[in-house]
């Protein structure tokens, strides 16, 4: 069954303070992997798509990497505004469908 | 523009009341998405539009009922709600390809049921 799994749950950090968040997943082969931003009452916001193993993407101050079991999203100089729940979701070959099973997210806070 | 329009942005509604959700997209899309959204958790996916066809329904509830009119436009009517149907409302749209299947989600529709 494919499974996404975040990591932490919850993220504090001062502004400047670099860090990355954890996505794992197990799928039955990837066909693409997506982060989102979401705040709150607010609809996901797409950032990045990676298709295979290696590739990586930046925007701004995140940048988002691949490997075959899980995939990070790095904040580098952190700002208040950067505070949101990150969502990352797979899409998976079998069946052919669109899709997507998201992880529970990371609750990012950054703190001026 | 990657921009889902969702009217209305919210919703009271009584249990015996019929009410429909709204969602709108310009970018020539041709698969479309329900999902709901509890507080602190995930989208779940409710139904999947492809090429104005139902294409997926992920066991929700007969109160629940979606309707595609055209490419564009994406409903959902919603009859004899319970409480615990409150939630926040995604719409999203993608293209119906096999590869860079982004799907781009509007803002929402805040559903209370009293």
């Known amino acids: 069954e494919d499974q996404v799994t975040q990591s932490p749950e919850a993220l504090r950090l001062q502004e400047g303070e670099s860090s990355s968040l954890n996505c794992s997943y197990t799928?039955?082969?990837?066909?693409?992997l997506f982060w989102y931003r979401q705040d709150p009452g607010k609809g996901p916001e797409f950032l990045f798509t990676?298709?295979?193993a290696g590739e990586e993407k930046e925007k701004e101050r995140l940048k988002a990497t691949l490997t075959k079991k899980e995939s990070f999203l790095h904040i580098t100089a952190p700002k208040p505004e950067d505070s949101a729940t990150y969502l990352c979701a797979v899409q998976g070959w079998v069946g052919a469908t669109n899709k997507l099973i998201f992880g529970t997210g990371t609750l990012l806070a950054v703190q001026p | 523009d990657t921009e889902v329009t969702q009217t209305p942005k919210h919703l009271v509604m009584g249990m015996t009341n019929k009410k429909s959700l709204k969602c709108e997209q310009h970018?020539?899309?041709?698969?479309m998405y329900w999902y709901k959204q509890k507080a602190k958790k995930p989208p779940e996916l409710m139904f999947v539009?492809?090429?104005?066809?139902?294409?997926i329904n992920e066991s929700v509830p007969s109160r629940f009922s979606p309707e595609c009119p055209n490419s564009s436009l994406l409903n959902l009517h919603l009859h004899a709600l319970q409480p615990e149907d409150s939630a926040l409302y995604l719409c999203?749209?993608?293209?119906?390809?096999?590869?860079?299947?982004?799907?781009?989600f509007g803002a929402g529709t805040r559903l209370s049921v009293l």
């Open positions: 990676l298709y295979s």
């Open positions: 999203a749209s993608s293209q119906d390809g096999i590869a860079k299947n982004i799907q781009y």
């Open positions: 539009y492809s090429y104005e066809k139902l294409s």
């Open positions: 970018m020539g899309h041709r698969a």
């Open positions: 799928v039955s082969g990837l066909r693409g």
